[in-house]
């Protein structure tokens, strides 16, 4: 089970462009402390103006921001390494997609406040920020914290331009969405979204069009045609008309304990 799909974590409102800054450091083979110091700089007059706190909200952001593209979670190493590639390859106006699947699977809470708000936008229209926020209280508990999160995590998807504002306050419209047509980046995505899951599984038709990505129109590919792009996703075939992608673990026992996935060539700092 993933134990990251309980937790919060994702606690800060964190703009598309820290993100690009983030990922450019890494891909340029800066270590942490380098890292660490460029976002300081970055983020010195936008977040806790004046503040040293040692946990305040900049450091808080800082950490996001490294944990998803950088000191990222056991297992997701292999996943950050081909982000990074795609990344290389896209159109900066495009790069949203990779910044969007490290954040699920890094931090399935975005996930969930995304499926939540998804859901509504498809039902009803519009997401009202209340209603997302009662949805995931009721996921992660009655805690004023998960309220908190939510909302940042709501702030961050206004920031990304796919959430728009109407005139209703705390009511939102889908904003832009984006049509992804590679099929190497859509395995990419089907595999981020099976890390934001608790069991690591689903129907192939659900993650291709999962409310978790509705910033997203991915074109529909054969589940054998994603399963052949990632050494790193299974096929499971359910009756006739139903395929369950999951992600596949590793046999090879490291200490005693299954390794799920080997490191690339960003594993060994830079963290």
Do not use: C
């Amino acid at each position: 089970m993933n134990v990251r799909a309980s937790q919060i974590g994702f606690s800060q409102r964190i703009r598309l462009e820290w993100l690009e800054q983030t990922a450019n450091l890494v891909l340029a083979g800066n270590d942490k402390t380098e890292i660490n110091d460029s976002l300081q700089e970055l983020l010195k007059n936008k977040v806790s103006i004046g503040g040293e706190a040692i946990r305040g909200n900049r450091e808080k952001v800082i950490s996001i921001l490294m944990k998803t593209w950088l000191t990222v979670p056991r297992g997701l190493e292999a996943l950050r390494d081909e982000g990074l590639q795609i990344h290389q390859g896209l159109p900066r106006k495009d790069r949203i997609a990779v910044h969007w699947g490290m954040a699920l699977a890094a931090y399935p809470f975005w996930g969930a406040v995304a499926a939540h708000t998804g859901r509504l936008l498809r039902l009803q229209g519009t997401a009202a920020a209340a209603h997302v926020q009662r949805r995931v209280k009721e996921q992660y508990g009655e805690r004023e914290t998960a309220s908190r999160a939510a909302r940042r995590v709501l702030r961050s998807f206004i920031d990304w331009n796919v959430l728009n504002e109407t005139d209703d306050k705390g009511v939102y419209a889908q904003g832009i969405r984006y049509s992804i047509q590679d099929p190497r980046l859509i395995s990419w995505m089907v595999e981020a979204s099976l890390h934001a899951r608790a069991n690591g599984s689903a129907a192939t038709k659900d993650l291709l069009d999962g409310p978790s990505i509705f910033p997203f129109r991915l074109a529909h590919i054969t589940a054998e045609h994603l399963a052949s792009l990632s050494p790193r996703l299974d096929l499971l075939r359910h009756g006739l008309d139903e395929d369950l992608m999951m992600l596949r673990q590793r046999d090879r026992q490291v200490n005693g304990k299954t390794k799920e996935f080997e490191g690339g060539p960003w594993a060994n700092a830079k963290s």
